[in-house]
T-cell receptor, first 114, second 114 residues
Framework: KAGVTQTPRYLIKTRGQQVTLSCSPI?????VSWYQQTPGQGLQFLFE???????NKGNFPGRFSGRQFSNSRSEMNVSTLELGDSALYLC?????????????FGPGTRLLVL | DQQVKQNSPSLSVQEGRISILNCDYT??????FLWYKKYPAEGPTFLIS?????DKNEDGRFTVFLNKSAKHLSLHIVPSQPGDSAVYFC?????????????FGKGITLSVRP
């Protein structure tokens, strides 16, 4: 089985712009979660999508949003970029069974905001 | 409030010896624990997990121990190999309802000396 894929791998944007990141989960997985990794805060949960619906949400401002398509692929959007949004954005997939389970991560998208 | 703590930022061990990585948690609702290994510029790779109904889980060179009363878990790597050098993250989730959110510790950098 192919693993979780994320595109693009690297991105440079300027303050005020918006960005869209894409994630394709492992085949058969219906849950996609997004995480932000920064040196200061570590890995922090952004949100989770399951069957095209946001099921869980972390403590991030509304500038961070996402969606999931019927094929389980997910996109994350950040509007009005700030310097502090520079981070590694990771997506993880799992089957999404209600009891929760192991999440498998993609390689991440490295975003640099100038 | 940091609910998952990895208090030692780094650990250095000799090749062939045992590596013991520790993790503490404060949220008594956590009932599923995972260890991930991460290389720079890559996504976390799942290593091993343990449910709160167990106190030990073993997979090859990796063993995770859970002490629920102390809210403490540890990852043992025996024997340690230079390729094990990476950042190790402890993560936890509360498998209530549809909650798939993982809460991560800050990570421990393991260096295995040849």
């Amino acid at each position: 089985k192919a693993g979780v894929t994320q595109t693009p791998r690297y991105l440079i944007k300027t303050r005020g712009q918006q960005v869209t990141l894409s994630c394709s989960p492992i085949s058969g997985h219906r849950s996609v979660s997004w995480y932000q990794q920064t040196p200061g805060q570590g890995l922090q949960f952004l949100f989770e999508y399951f069957s095209e619906t946001q099921r869980n949400k972390g403590n991030f401002p509304g500038r961070f949003s996402g969606r999931q398509f019927s094929n389980s692929r997910s996109e994350m959007n950040v509007s009005t970029l700030e310097l502090g949004d520079s981070a590694l954005y990771l997506c993880a997939s799992s089957s999404g069974r209600p009891s929760g389970e192991t999440q498998y991560f993609g390689p991440g998208t490295r975003l640099l905001v100038l | 409030d940091q609910q998952v703590k990895q208090n030692s930022p780094s650990l250095s061990v000799q090749e062939g010896r045992i590596s013991i990585l520790n993790c503490d948690y404060t949220n008594s609702m956590f009932d599923y624990f995972l260890w991930y290994k991460k290389y720079p510029a890559e996504g976390p790779t799942f290593l091993i997990s343990i449910s709160s109904i167990k106190d030990k889980n073993e997979d090859g060179r990796f063993t995770v121990f859970l002490n629920k009363s102390a809210k403490h878990l540890s990852l043992h790597i025996v024997p340690s190999q230079p390729g094990d050098s990476a950042v190790y993250f402890c993560a936890a989730s509360a498998r209530t309802g549809a909650n798939s959110k993982l809460t991560f510790g800050k990570g421990i950098t393991l260096s295995v000396r040849p």
